[in-house]
T-cell receptor, first 117, second 113 residues
Framework: GAVVSQHPSRVICKSGTSVKIECRSL??????MFWYRQFPKQSLMLMAT?????????EQGVEKDKFLINHASLTLSTLTVTSAHPEDSSFYIC?????????????FGPGTRLTVL | AQSVTQLDSQVPVFEEAPVELRCNYS??????LFWYVQYPNQGLQLLLK??????LVKGINGFEAEFNKSQTSFHLRKPSVHISDTAEYFC???????????FGKGTKLTVNP
């Protein structure tokens, strides 16, 4: 099956620093990648949708200047949390979409646990 | 726009008992429906999906779900659960023509010995 990796799996940083999270599709080319945020014991909330070579589309309420998304290739997307604060602590999950058209299958990465001190 | 309601936030059951996790959706267009499982500190794994055709969908690990258009439901069932089925289960919907998934709030299934 399609495999999506994320790196790092866990990161702890000081308030005010920036953190970059990588999302890679290992054995397929992803037309679209998605970034989700999950608070403890809650559902996944879509943050943004990114397509290779174009600007990401952010969901309402998500600060694009704080959560920078770069989709450099068909197998790599990065999420940078700039000037992180404790309220940004969360579980960040990416997914990669295979194919085009109406059928929307997303394959999910294992997630990155961000803790901001 | 689509929305998903998972009626039970927690479902405790005993091992080898049957279980049903409920999911209702709303949408003004045709939908695709999914069930995902999440183990602690991990990403999501697809259990099964409904795209079209037979309303009874079989997935991995012995799970199945039935799409009921009139009741706008997609309940997940397993006839006999194992301890290893303990996890968080998410129902999700995608509108035909949309690339976005909308998730329910999840149901925590706990299987007790």
């Amino acid at each position: 099956g399609a495999v999506v990796s994320q790196h790092p799996s866990r990161v702890i940083c000081k308030s005010g620093t920036s953190v970059k999270i990588e999302c890679r599709s290992l054995d397929f080319q992803a037309t679209t990648m998605f970034w989700y945020r999950q608070f403890p014991k809650q559902s996944l909330m879509l943050m943004a949708t990114s397509n290779e070579g174009s600007k990401a589309t952010y969901e309402q309420g998500v600060e694009k200047d704080k959560f920078l998304i770069n989709h450099a290739s068909l197998t790599l997307s990065t999420l940078t949390v700039t000037s992180a604060h404790p309220e940004d602590s969360s579980f960040y999950i990416c997914s990669a979409r295979v194919g085009t058209g109406n059928y929307n299958e997303q394959f999910f990465g294992p997630g990155t646990r961000l803790t901001v001190l | 726009a689509q929305s998903v309601t998972q009626l039970d936030s927690q479902v405790p059951v005993f091992e080898e008992a049957p279980v049903e996790l409920r999911c209702n959706y709303s949408s003004s267009v045709s939908v695709y429906l999914f069930w995902y499982v999440q183990y602690p500190n991990q990403g999501l794994q697809l259990l099964l999906k409904y795209l079209s055709g037979s309303t009874l969908v079989k997935g991995i690990n012995g799970f199945e779900a039935e799409f009921n258009k009139s009741q706008t439901s997609f309940h997940l069932r397993k006839p006999s659960v194992h301890i290893s089925d303990t996890a968080e289960y998410f129902c999700a919907v995608s509108g035909s023509g949309s690339e976005k998934l909308v998730f329910g709030k999840g149901t925590k299934l706990t299987v007790n010995p």
